[in-house]
T-cell receptor, first 111, second 115 residues
């Protein structure tokens, strides 16, 4: 069973709307959580990370973590066509440096 | 500042051939990683090197070998390529400890096709 689960999508939202991307993980001992964005044919790039329960905001992006329910989400406010990409959730599920990635959610923002 | 550089960008192999993917980083990072990415599977860790002189298996190490040549370079070798190794390979690096430990900087990727 894959340890980090994401809906593959595509998730389609109109320009200006809020896009909500969700991720669940199986290891309750997971410590840190990351969101990477990957444009088609390109390499992943970090958007933000979160360690503590609650919300963390960075510009138009908000990461939400709920360790009791074992989910982490990414909200994108005022979505733009340039946000169209695959969003990868990653979890550090042990004490080392290893990240486990979810399969990614493809987001499409329509003008 | 080049970041993480991978070569080659594209490669076509026949079953049974061998090849080495090269990776170099210029950010003075201690940790380096090799991932493969297949459609719908996300990124899966093949091998990683937490520091110069050490290497460890990741989630899918079978059929691969790695060498941490020095702090900058981490190569991935396929000794006898199989069609199941057709994939996009990403090298990445990060700081060894602290908040930056899992902030990965990725190379541009190497697309490998095994016929």
């Amino acid at each position: 069973q894959k340890e980090v689960e994401q809906n593959s999508g595509p998730l389609s939202v109109p320009e200006g709307a809020i896009a909500s991307l969700n991720c669940t993980y199986s290891d309750r001992g997971s410590q840190s959580f990351f969101w990477y964005r990957q444009y088609s044919g390109k390499s992943p790039e970090l958007i933000m990370f979160i360690y503590s329960n609650g919300d963390k905001e960075d510009g138009r992006f908000t990461a939400q973590l709920n360790k009791a329910s074992q989910y982490v989400s990414l909200l994108i406010r005022d979505s733009q066509p340039s946000d169209s990409a695959t969003y990868l959730c990653a979890v550090n599920h042990n004490a080392g440096n290893m990240l486990t990635f979810g399969g990614g959610t493809r987001l499409m923002v329509k003008p | 500042n080049a970041g993480v550089t991978q070569t080659p960008k594209f490669q076509v192999l026949k079953t049974g051939q061998s090849m080495t993917l090269q990776c170099a980083q210029d950010m003075n990072h201690n940790s380096m990683y090799w991932y493969r990415q297949d459609p719908g599977m996300g990124l899966r860790l093949i091998y990683y090197s937490a520091s110069e002189g050490t290497t460890d298996k990741g989630e899918v190490p079978n059929g691969y070998n790695v060498s941490r040549l020095n702090k900058r370079e981490f190569s991935l070798r396929l000794e006898s390529a199989a069609p199941s190794q057709t994939s996009v390979y990403f090298c990445a690096s990060s700081e060894a400890q602290g908040p930056g430990a899992n902030v990965l900087t990725f190379g541009a990727g190497s697309r490998l096709t095994v016929l």
